[in-house]
């Protein structure tokens, strides 16, 4: 059984840092890309960040670039967001996928984690 546990989420003021891992397990991930989205109350889950199996290339949703940086082991099964500059709208539940493609789009996705909430106050 695939699963994807995130962690790192918490509470945490405007302007401040943090950051989040996610470990995948159950099966091989060779090839996969990884990558999380975001889903603040109301709104549609959205791309946030993906990176490539090799971690050699990444992808960022413009709202985060220069923010926030993804990252990989290589060869592991496990991936980080590293959020700075952190701003109230970046509140949301983030979610750790995982996919053949790396994609922008939820549904070029396939596996998903549970979520771990971030909240930024103002």
């Known amino acids: 059984q695939v699963q994807l546990a995130e962690s790192g989420g918490g509470l945490v003021q405007d302007g401040g840092s943090l950051r989040l891992s996610c470990t995948a397990s159950?099966?091989?991930?060779?090839?996969?890309?990884m990558g999380w989205f975001r889903q603040a109350p109301g709104k549609e889950r959205e791309f946030v960040a993906a990176?490539?199996?090799?971690?050699?290339?990444?992808k960022y949703a413009d709202s985060v670039k220069g923010r926030f940086t993804i990252s990989r082991t290589y060869g592991k099964n496990t991936m980080y967001l590293e959020m700075n500059s952190l701003k109230p709208e970046d509140t949301a539940v983030y979610y750790c996928?995982?996919?053949?493609?790396?994609?922008?789009?939820?549904?070029?996705?396939?596996?998903w984690g549970q979520g771990t909430q971030v909240t930024v106050s103002s």
């Open positions: 159950g099966r091989t991930f060779s090839g996969s890309a």
């Open positions: 996928t995982a996919g053949s493609r790396l994609g922008l789009s939820r549904y070029e996705y396939d596996y």
């Open positions: 990176v490539s199996w090799s971690g050699g290339m990444t």
